[in-house]
């Protein structure tokens, strides 16, 4: 079992950065791949970024390739998603999680958080 709490998210302007992160809890946090992959009102999930179990591959659309970058700390069972050069269209509600790797490509997971807002003013 793993649960994951998701924070950072806010409300900013076109062209600045976020920080999200997500705490999980449970033994097995090195067990499994970790996402972000965010929902926007009226759109299907979409996924965002996932990061391999030791952290040394990493995976993006390429609608965030180049301005966004997932990392993870296996000793402190946490894994961030930097934001950057963010857009109207990353507005959505971003969703750590965690499954394998094909698994969270696909938009589905075996555990998610909750969620927290993420929204970019024009």
């Known amino acids: 079992q793993v649960q994951l709490v998701e924070s950072g998210g806010g409300l900013v302007q076109t062209g600045d950065s976020l920080r999200l992160s997500c705490a999980a809890s449970g033994r097995t946090f090195s067990s499994y791949a970790m996402g972000w992959l965010r929902q926007a009102p009226g759109k299907e999930r979409e996924f965002v970024a996932a990061?391999?179990?030791?952290?040394?591959?990493?995976y993006y659309p390429g609608s965030v390739k180049g301005r966004f970058t997932i990392s993870r700390d296996n000793n402190k069972n946490t894994v961030s998603l930097q934001m950057n050069s963010l857009k109207p269209e990353d507005t959505a509600v971003y969703y750590c999680?965690?499954?394998?790797?094909?698994?969270?490509?696909?938009?589905?997971?075996?555990?998610w958080g909750q969620g927290t807002q993420v929204t970019v003013s024009s």
């Open positions: 990061i391999s179990r030791s952290g040394s591959s990493t």
């Open positions: 999680a965690a499954g394998g790797i094909q698994q969270l490509g696909s938009n589905r997971a075996d555990y």
